[in-house]
């Protein structure tokens, strides 16, 4: 079945510090790829996402390029903020699956000032 | 805002007890998805429901049940709870969910319904 890993967490960083949150998944196909952020107290919300292979999701200065042969989807950002303290989920959904997302565990970020 | 709104915000029950939560999707968005988070678990995919009928269902006890109905909102029916099953509980909708074009659509999730089982 399909599967996301996401790195193990939490992450904690200075503010203006480059961030990588490691993503990879097992599926058969090609599924969409997808970075959803949890704020303190919120429902999720999506920061980005790829449906196709070699596809660059970007928002809000964060990236992740959808990597067929790694089967990978790293979340990046050159200079995170205290305002990017949040739980980042890394999901997949399949084209056979009527859009249902699999998630990866979560990982809760802190940037200190 | 999502747009997809939740109620109730917070529910304490008891073991045993049956419980109603309730989603009303985005204006036009014809998906609906229920999803549980919690500690152990994580986020699971529960159930789909598309234009009224069930499509798509994942890890749902036979102790839940869930409907779309003909204004699209949907309930999730929880019965003979048990402190298992205390978790966040998410509703997202998305304009399709058929089988090859609802796979890219994004979900919008409401703001979650905190069940307490005590």
């Known amino acids: 079945g399909n599967s996301v890993t996401q790195m193990e967490g939490p992450v904690t960083l200075s503010e203006e510090a480059f961030l990588t949150i490691n993503c990879t998944y097992t599926?058969?196909?090609?599924?969409?790829l997808f970075w959803y952020v949890q704020y303190p107290g919120e429902g999720l919300q999506l920061l980005l996402k790829a449906t196709k292979a070699d596809d660059k999701g970007s928002n809000k200065g964060f990236e992740a390029t959808y990597r067929k042969e790694t089967t990978s989807f790293h979340l990046e950002k050159g200079s995170v903020q205290v305002s990017d303290s949040a739980v980042y989920f890394c999901a997949l959904s399949q084209l056979t699956s009527y859009g249902k997302l699999t998630f990866g565990q979560g990982t809760i970020l802190t940037v200190h000032p | 805002d999502s747009g997809v709104t939740q109620t109730p915000k917070h529910l304490i029950t008891a073991t045993g007890q049956r419980v109603t939560l309730r989603c009303s999707p985005r204006s036009g968005d014809l998906s609906v998805y229920w999803y549980q988070q919690s500690l152990d678990q994580g986020l699971q995919f529960l159930i789909q429901y598309y234009n009224g009928e069930e499509r798509a269902k994942g890890n749902i006890l036979e102790r839940f049940s869930a409907q779309q109905f003909p204004d699209l909102h949907s309930e999730l029916n929880l019965s003979s709870l048990e402190l298992g099953d205390s978790a966040l509980y998410f509703c997202?909708?998305?304009?399709?969910?058929?089988?090859?074009?609802?796979?890219?659509?994004?979900?919008?999730f409401g703001p979650g319904t905190r069940l307490t089982v005590l």
């Open positions: 997202a909708s998305s304009p399709r969910g058929l089988a090859g074009g609802g796979s890219t659509d994004t979900q919008y």
């Open positions: 599926a058969t196909g090609y599924p969409s």
